[in-house]
């Protein structure tokens, strides 16, 4: 019995220490991703028919594309992590709406997002699955590169507002290795941004018609899921 005693003792002690180097949150953790963004509509605006002066309603959206990036946090406790992220996403623009004209730079990188951002994360438990949810804010870098000779005079990158709110999964193998996967919806402040197609304003007749940058809306509304690995220190 006076072994016995000892031995236990040591055995729970023992997975205490392994059930807390699986479940403790003092650590960093890297997370590499890759997955796919849902564009969002950029550009809407209504203009008349130059023939019958019905309405025409042009749109462009931000193409549906492949996204990567990188998010690094340090768990401060068992269930605040602040988190930083990066998003790159090489997409373009599509035509939408009752009048079309032709795709522009569909699946290329002729318009590219950078988003950087920083905020917080909830893991909702601590353990093996941790179910989480996060809160971002900060910018997102906005460069289209088209070269058709109507977009040249818009072309340049502008940086603007962004935030992002997320929720996702984290599955760990091991305490140091797992699987993430993330659902995020991102808005980013876009009123007067100088990217995006041309509009024609046709006058009475004889004047020369005009042009002028179809004014994207107030916000870029768009969301990405994506999925990788969590490394954790």
Known sequence: MTIRGPLLFASLLAAGGNV??????????ISPFFGYLFGGTSNSVTIPNP????????????ADHTAYGL???YNLSAHFEPEIEWTHV??????????RVQEICLNTDCLKFDYFLGGMTYNVRNGRVRPYVSLLAGAARISPTFTLEDFEHRVGSDTRFSGAVGVGLKAFFSSSVGLRLDARGYATRTAGIGYGPVCTTFHDPGAPPTTDSCGPRNWLLNADLTGGLVLAF
């Open 20 to 29: 807390l180097a699986q479940t403790s949150s003092a650590r960093v953790e």
């Open 51 to 62: 023939i019958s002066g019905d309405p025409l309603t042009l749109k462009y959206r931000v």
């Open 71 to 73: 998010r690094l946090g």
């Open 90 to 99: 090489g997409t373009g623009l599509r035509s939408t709406g009752s009048y």
